[in-house]
């Protein structure tokens, strides 16, 4: 059974940063793309961005590039978000998926919140 | 970017009966490979989003058959033969072939 499972979120101050990490278990998670989605008060669902399995590739939405950073660790199946620079309107919860390509999300994790205020 | 626009925003349904939710995208999500790459998913109440058909009409492992998906190139169409009880929720359609990747506003299903 694929089991997601992310951690790290927490209440920041703007211009502060988190670093979000998901576990995964119950694939090859070093043959797989792997993405993170946010879902925020003011967009909804937005895809943030996504890692090819030897982390040679990666796709950023415009509003973060520069201040987020995906990256992976496949010795020990595990996603990552490094997030700087953090604004109000980032706040959200930050799920991550298996990614079969195109959109296709197959799995998620559970979510983890992050909040970003004074 | 690629929006995504659903419609209706929310739906009230009796058990038994069908609902269908439309889901138009600004630009073709016909991939040169002949493949159109939109997708559905459901995020039922305090979970998290579950992929439901993909690839317009494809149904994910484990998704009942009173599910089914439809359209092409901008236009597109999830029904529901029968609403049960089990599929409140809100339903999001979202296009894989444009970076970047876009969801719609979702959809509201309340019984």
């Known amino acids: 059974e694929v089991q997601l499972v992310e951690s790290g979120g927490d209440l920041v101050q703007p211009g502060g940063s988190l670093r979000l990490s998901c576990g995964a278990s119950?694939?090859?998670?070093?043959?797989?793309?792997m993405t993170w989605v946010r879902q925020t008060p003011g967009k909804g669902l937005e895809w943030v961005a996504n890692?090819?399995?030897?982390?040679?590739?990666?796709f950023y939405l415009d509003s973060v590039k520069g201040r987020f950073t995906i990256f992976r660790d496949n010795a020990k199946n595990s996603l990552y978000l490094q997030m700087n620079s953090l604004r109000a309107e980032d706040t959200g919860v930050y799920y991550c998926?298996?990614?079969?390509?195109?959109?296709?999300?197959?799995?998620w994790g559970q979510g983890t919140l992050v909040t970003v205020s004074s | 970017e690629t929006v995504m626009t659903q419609t209706p925003l929310s739906l009230s349904v009796t058990p038994g009966q069908p609902a269908s939710i439309s889901c138009k995208s600004s630009q073709s999500l016909l991939h040169s490979d002949g493949t159109t790459y939109l997708h559905w998913y459901l995020q039922r109440p305090g979970q998290s989003p579950q992929l439901l058909i993909y690839e317009v009409y494809s149904r994910f492992s484990g998704v009942p058959d009173r599910f089914s998906g439809s359209g092409s190139g901008t236009d597109f169409t999830l029904k529901i033969s029968r609403v049960e009880a089990e599929d409140v929720g809100v339903y999001f359609c979202?296009?894989?072939?444009?970076?970047?990747?876009?969801f719609g506003q979702g959809t509201k299903v309340e019984i």
């Open positions: 890692i090819s399995p030897d982390a040679g590739g990666k």
């Open positions: 979202m296009q894989g072939l444009h970076l970047p990747k876009t």
């Open positions: 998926a298996k990614d079969e390509l195109f959109g296709r999300l197959d799995y």
């Open positions: 119950g694939l090859s998670f070093g043959y797989q793309w």
